[in-house]
């Protein structure tokens, strides 16, 4: 297939968002690819992968503005969105890598990627589980969760432990690794379906809607008398202050992400900082980058866990790149139903 | 002097105080006292002291007003104040402690008290020191700078250490602490008198004043080019949003006080808290009595510098318990300069 030329279609950000983004800020573009790499030169190290499934993350919400001092790069505009995903190498100018290798890692949302410094991606050695598992809870949300509650939360068996945005791809694995440790787990969600998710599917103590909740203090009073141990933070806002009145002494808080204020030009303010002290808290915030030397030490848990079924995992699967706006957006409105993924090609 | 009777003055606490509390929230009364301890049932392990040096410590605005879940517990209107001091044993039924004592811990806003549970309070050995020291630099302060800055933040050489309310009690000694392990030291204040006495007296590497700053962030951007490594927080509102966007990678907010919100309804919102998980930062509140553990560790390192001049301390004393109320009210307008004492008497 050496000069086979095919058609790529791509996902691009038309220009820089501000509050909620909308699937008009980006824009579905065709051009022609010819299936060959380029010798030498900027491509000596490249390789040319087809794109197989596209991680929708609420990160990539930041990367759609104007950055300064970020750890992500903002999106260029008029470019293809960059993500994580899953992908198939078909032609390498890269001693590690060899046509056929299945990979986890930083892509372009088209079809087919030409990748000039591949060495950061991940080799995938296990293919008796789902593929699109790579972008969740084999990939960089398993990692997060995994480094999140073991390395910054630093759990004890029977401590209690509220999870936030506990349906997403992040949650429901935090849920079920501190319920797997021996805790008293308990997480909040937007629907009712979400919620009947947690109880009835990943095992959790309780689950709340907190939309139903006219007081959140109240609500975390209900379901934690005795206060809590870990909270495990993605949304931020009045649910980190409600948080911040029932923890308990020497809690942990982990900070993971602040969804609830990605689109607000403004963040919301957080008044009730004064807890720190007063229970001695430890609230610190990470990325999920700084632990992939942990890695393999993941994998030997988690693997097991899936295979044994003691694991559940649910995706929400968008079909096809011109869903993919649609599936990104969807989820700061919290439309997806656990980990959002888009199927570009399934081989 | 068995039965001798003397007079007891008390400032005693008047109401719940809202807002900035004022010099007629508290009042000052004199009772009589028999200078003698009535044998057994409550008073079997009581002492009977004179109170020398008193301490006025910004966390004593929080006993002021009704508390839930709070650390402390919230004073007595009617009842005397309750702080810190140093204070010496008339009379003892307490085996561990004996007539002529100095002792440094809890004590309250009078000349004369009993304490009917002195066990926590600690015994000054080292007498050839100032003894109003052991309200400050021997004290709760000197302890909350060596446990909030050694413990908490995990400094090491060469790190970016900045300081609020730097002229303060701990503020001074947190500096001198960071100087003398190797870091470059930059403190708040909030008059020209308390910049020079950071500059020239505390050997801080710079200082300024906050009032004097259009803009917080602008001001740490100057002093902190390469960003902040280890915040010591004792203000929180705008300086804590400030320097929240000026930290650098990885580093450490110990959480000491919040002096700036004290006297307020509701505090001020912080926002930039994304920042925390950007730049991957840890903030910990802590509080002192986790500490006194490291007391006798922490002498061992301090009592040497005082006596070899390495440290300097600034005191702001007031005379007399009438000036008392004037002094601790003093704290939430920034008129001391230096770690506030009231003398009661000298020996």
């Known amino acids: 297939m050496a000069e086979e030329e095919v058609s790529n279609k791509h996902v691009i950000l038309k220009n820089y968002v501000s509050g909620f983004p909308k699937e008009s800020d980006m824009e579905v573009k065709t051009t022609a690819l010819k299936l060959k790499l380029p010798d030498g030169g900027d491509y000596s190290g490249a390789i040319l992968v087809k ?3 596209l991680s929708c993350d609420p990160y ?3 990367r759609m503005r104007k950055l300064e001092g970020h750890y992500a790069e903002a999106y260029t505009p008029g470019s293809p969105i960059v993500g994580l995903g899953v992908a198939r190498v078909l032609e390498s100018n890269n001693p590690k890598f060899n046509k056929g290798d299945l990979l986890w890692g930083l892509t372009r949302w088209e079809e087919y990627s030409v990748i000039a410094d591949p060495e950061t991606r991940f080799k995938i050695h296990n293919t008796d589980v789902p593929l699109s598992y790579y972008t969740g809870i084999l990939g960089m949300p398993g990692m997060t969760a995994y480094a999140g509650f073991f390395e910054i939360c630093s759990p004890k068996k029977g401590e209690r432990v509220f999870i936030s945005a506990a349906s997403g791809a992040v949650g429901q694995l ?15 969600a937007g629907t009712k379906e979400k919620v009947d998710l947690l109880k009835n599917k990943f095992g959790f103590d309780e689950a ?3 939309k139903e909740e006219q007081d959140l203090n109240a609500a975390l009073k209900r379901y934690f008398p005795d206060g809590i141990d870990i909270y495990f933070e993605n949304v931020g806002g009045k649910m ?3 948080v911040l009145l029932n923890m308990r002494v020497h809690g942990r808080i982990a900070v993971c992400g602040l969804i609830s204020q990605y689109n607000l ?11 720190l002290i007063t229970k001695r808290i430890k609230m610190e915030g990470f990325l999920v980058f700084d632990y992939y030397h942990l890695y393999p030490k993941f994998l030997d848990m988690v693997l097991p866990q899936i295979k044994e079924g003691k694991i559940a995992y649910v ?11 649609s599936a990104l957006i969807g ?13 570009v090609a399934r081989e």
């Open 265 to 275: 030009e403004q963040h919301e303010g957080i008044h009730n900082l004064f807890c």
């Open 315 to 325: 995706e929400d699967i968008a079909e096809g790149l011109e869903n993919a706006p």
């Open 60 to 62: 990539m919400r930041s």
């Open 331 to 343: 989820l700061f409105s919290g439309r997806n139903v656990g980990k959002q993924v888009v199927v």
């Open 208 to 210: 709340f809607n907190y």
């Open 240 to 242: 980190l202050d409600a």
């Open 174 to 188: 935090v849920g079920q690794f501190a319920k797997a440790f021996g805790c008293y787990v308990v997480g909040s």
């Open 51 to 53: 794109n197989l499934y």
